[in-house]
């Protein structure tokens, strides 16, 4: 039973870069969300996908954007990289219908902006 | 003032010593709340969600106290692979994302 599996590990871009990261839910789960955790913090939430629609969005610019495709999979992509994106991107994988389990992270992407 | 505090510690301990953390949440229409554990540049995993009942897994035991939004984890007899950063986690009521604390690290000495 695969958990959730992101790509790539690591990452390294420049300012001004685009980056698309991707993620894998958890099998039997239909839910992704997205995480950015900067150095010697806690995970920040980006946006959740569902049915392929963005059912919920953190306090995150418009150059963070994602994606999900009907096999529940998902992308986060940023734009116009800026040093402060420098960070662990986590995706998390959870069953829509019930709310108040856990999530589930995956290993985590890690994203150095030169 | 944040959602989610924590002391970001570090707390050094003993090994067989007792240990406990402490986190408050601002929002009081909070419904779920949780321990992750983070290993050094891994993912968080889940240690245990926290009922308001109080529970136990073990050697750990959780707290939450809803009139004065606070929540705790008591790590007894302490081991060296306990050593890590411990992060509270709540969930609003009618959302879905995870509020995450800053974390408390956690390094239990020989």
């Known amino acids: 039973d695969a958990g959730v599996t992101q790509s790539p590990t690591h990452l390294i871009k420049t300012r001004g870069q685009q980056v698309t990261l991707r993620c894998s839910p958890k099998?039997?789960?239909?839910?992704v969300s997205w995480y950015q955790q900067a150095l010697g913090q806690g995970p920040q939430f980006i946006f959740q996908?569902?049915?392929?629609?963005?059912?919920q969005r953190g306090n995150f610019p418009d150059r963070f954007s994602g994606h999900q495709f009907p096999n529940y999979s998902s992308e986060l992509n940023v734009n116009a990289l800026l040093l402060g994106d420098s960070a662990l991107y986590l995706c998390?994988?959870?069953?829509?219908?019930?709310?108040?389990?856990?999530?589930?992270f995956g290993d985590g992407t890690r994203l150095s902006i030169l | 003032r944040k959602e989610v505090e924590q002391d970001p510690g570090p707390f050094n301990v003993p090994e067989g010593a007792t240990v406990a953390f402490n986190c408050t949440y601002s929002?009081?229409?909070?419904?779920?709340f949780f321990w992750y554990r983070q290993d050094c540049r891994k993912e968080p995993k889940l240690l245990m969600s926290?009922?308001?009942s109080g529970n136990e897994d073990g050697r750990f035991t959780a707290q939450l106290n809803r009139a004065s939004q606070y929540i705790s984890l008591l790590i007894r007899d302490s081991k060296l692979s306990d050593s890590a950063t411990y992060l509270c986690?709540?969930?609003?009521?009618?959302?879905?994302?995870?509020?995450f604390g800053s974390g408390t690290r956690l390094q239990v000495q020989p």
């Open positions: 998390a994988s959870s069953l829509w219908g019930s709310s108040n389990q856990p999530q589930h």
């Open positions: 099998s039997g789960h239909d839910t």
């Open positions: 996908y569902y049915e392929e629609e963005e059912r």
């Open positions: 929002n009081s229409a909070s419904q779920s």
């Open positions: 926290v009922y308001s």
């Open positions: 986690v709540v969930r609003d009521t009618g959302r879905r994302a995870l509020t």
